[in-house]
């Protein structure tokens, strides 16, 4: 099994910076709408993903890389218990990666339908091909598929087959249209049903609009007219107007299009617009599919740590807790009962009970809620008179709030939600005192920094802390300072406070206790304006820390 990891995405290598005027000038006008298709299950019709009863399926989904992490089957349980309502599963067909067989691929359904999620398939074997050296063909991967097709007949309700991830890179990104088409034409011959998504190019991203001037000779090549075209937005659609110019030529032209894989974290490339991507998306009704739950070689589009649903990263919190993310936008496909309109709200959770409190954080454990479809997740809040202010979201019963002061009174309650948006009363509170203080000696630590990259206007940094004392640090704060006018935009493994150049950083849940000789590892990106200098020095919860 390969360790490469799906990460950041390729931008065009110059010409990002004419991406708005290429995409003003380069249109799908003057296409009209596909008849619809009658469909087995889930078809496309006028131009809308819809399930056999015609209702509309909008994809609210996470994508998971199974074939590098097979054993990490809790995951897609985890997933519905956020409130997806797609899940869209990483597979080899054997050209670069270890072969997902027959078996493999009917387990994954099963527990796909077991957990009420509506599963898309893809073969990541033809990431890059045309620049990548590795890459395998989309001819190869159809006729994996074709060995596959007595695992996926009867499953047109609840599988998508994705043909093959970004097939093309940016070298003569125009060679994906004849592939694309025999592909989708030998899947049909061997008697194919599905809905059948295709990936632009430009590994995935499109930049230069080969997918979208060609969609509808492409979308026309299906006998069936059951095709979803998918682009992936990454660093490439980092302003609201290429978000926006791209994702309404589709809906205007009446071609079916979703978000297959999109991120929101900085990278060496850019800073994808996600507010965008996910706002607009909700206007139109497209679904989205965010990019991925878990172990990447970069955690930095790792929803959790871990692969732990208790512990979410900030772009999992954004995804399933955000403004027109999961928790508000989701619903359940009709197939497995989900009702078009779920106005009930989960009963309320009971009274939280707090342990291991530190002067930091608290963990916090409290009884499930029911409902009448399913809970979606949790809200914690600080309850302070008449005020609540959200500190952190779960999707199980228990959640460990960081960032708190040391020797502080603090009262906490809950509230359940479930996936349309429905949220319970509020649980009774408890009340939690923090500890004095740190159990830091002076002297007792190191710190070292590195920058791990950097491009025009970003960089992203590393902190690594070690405990060079005999006991163990429960709970710290780190300290330092930017000279620079550096700004942290995003980080993990902790909770930044900013004024100025003075940072401020409190632990994750995860990195909070640091054993003897242990060290724990702090990750962000920020921006900077050319000068980048390392912070002169560091302290933990006010001890100062020797440079490592």
């Known amino acids: 099994m390969s360790t490469a990891r799906h990460t950041a995405k390729r931008p065009a290598p110059v010409i990002l910076t004419v991406l708005a005027t290429l995409l003003a000038f380069l249109a799908l006008g003057g296409l009209a709408p596909a008849q619809a298709a009658a469909g087995t299950g889930l078809h496309i019709s006028d131009g809308r993903l819809v399930e056999g009863n015609g209702n509309d399926f909008i994809m609210r989904g996470v994508n998971h890389a199974h074939t590098w992490y097979p054993g990490q089957t ?11 309502n797609t899940v869209r599963v990483v597979l080899s067909d054997g050209y670069r990666w270890s072969r997902n067989g027959p078996d493999d691929v009917a387990a994954v359904i099963a527990r796909c339908k077991a957990n009420r999620l509506i599963c898309v398939l893809e073969v990541h074997d033809t990431t890059g091909y045309g620049e990548d050296s590795a890459a395998g063909t989309l001819d190869h991967a159809a006729d994996y598929w074709i060995s596959l097709k007595d695992v996926l007949a009867g499953q047109e309700d609840y599988v998508i087959i994705n043909i093959g991830n970004e097939p093309w890179g940016n070298t003569d990104p125009a060679g994906w249209t004849a592939p694309t088409t025999a592909a989708i034409k030998k899947l049909r011959a061997a008697g194919f049903a599905h809905t059948i998504m295709v990936d632009a190019p430009n590994w995935g991203q499109d930049w230069q609009n080969v997918m979208r001037d060609n969609a509808r000779a492409v979308y026309d090549a299906d006998s069936t007219g ?52 996910m706002s607009e998306a909700q206007r139109l009704g497209l679904g989205w599919i965010a990019w991925s739950w878990s172990g ?23 995804i399933f807790h955000g403004a027109d993310g999961i928790a508000q936008t989701s619903h359940e496909a009709t197939v497995y009962g989900g009702a078009s309109e779920d106005t009930e709200a989960p009963t309320a959770p009971g009274t939280p009970a707090a342990s291991a409190v530190t002067d930091t954080s608290a963990k916090l ?52 939600r479930d996936a349309a948006g429905n949220r319970s009363a509020r649980s009774s509170a408890v009340n939690v005192t923090t500890d004095e203080g740190s159990t830091t000696p ?13 491009w025009q206007g970003g960089f992203q940094g590393e902190i690594t802390i070690r405990n060079t004392g005999t006991t163990a640090i429960d709970g710290w704060t780190l300290g330092f300072a930017f000279a620079n006018g550096q700004t942290i935009t995003n980080m993990w493994g902790g909770t930044p406070t900013q004024t100025g150049g003075s940072v401020s950083v409190a632990p994750a849940s995860y990195t909070a206790t640091i054993a003897p000789n242990g060290t724990v590892t702090v990750g962000f990106t920020g921006s900077q304006s ?9 302290t933990l919860s006010g001890a100062a820390c020797a440079a490592a």
Not at 261 to 272: I, L, N, R, S, T
Request: net charge negative; charged share 15%; aromatic share 10%.
């Open 226 to 277: 059951n095709l979803l075209f998918s682009i992936h937005m990454y660093s490439v659609y980092n302003t609201a107007q290429k978000v926006t110019d791209y994702l309404n030529a589709f809906v205007d032209a009446g071609l079916p299009l979703v978000i297959g894989e999109f991120g929101g974290p900085a990278d060496q490339y850019g800073d994808p617009d996600e507010d965008t991507m």
């Open 530 to 538: 050319g000068t980048n200098a390392a912070p002169a020095a560091f």
């Open 365 to 416: 454990t409290w009884a499930a809620s029911s409902d009448n479809v399913a809970v979606a997740g949790y809200d914690v809040v600080r309850v302070n008179g008449t005020t609540e202010t959200t500190v952190a979201s779960s999707a199980t019963t228990s959640v460990t709030v960081t960032g708190l002061s040391a020797d502080t009174a603090y009262s906490f309650a809950v509230y359940a």
């Open 74 to 84: 809790q995951s897609l349980a985890d997933i519905k218990a956020t409130g997806a």
């Open 442 to 454: 002076a002297g007792s630590c190191s710190v070292g920094y590195k920058v791990v990259g950097q």
């Open 296 to 318: 990447n070689t970069d955690p930095i589009l790792d929803l959790t740590i871990g692969f732990d649903p208790a512990q979410l990263s900030s772009w999992g919190e954004r």
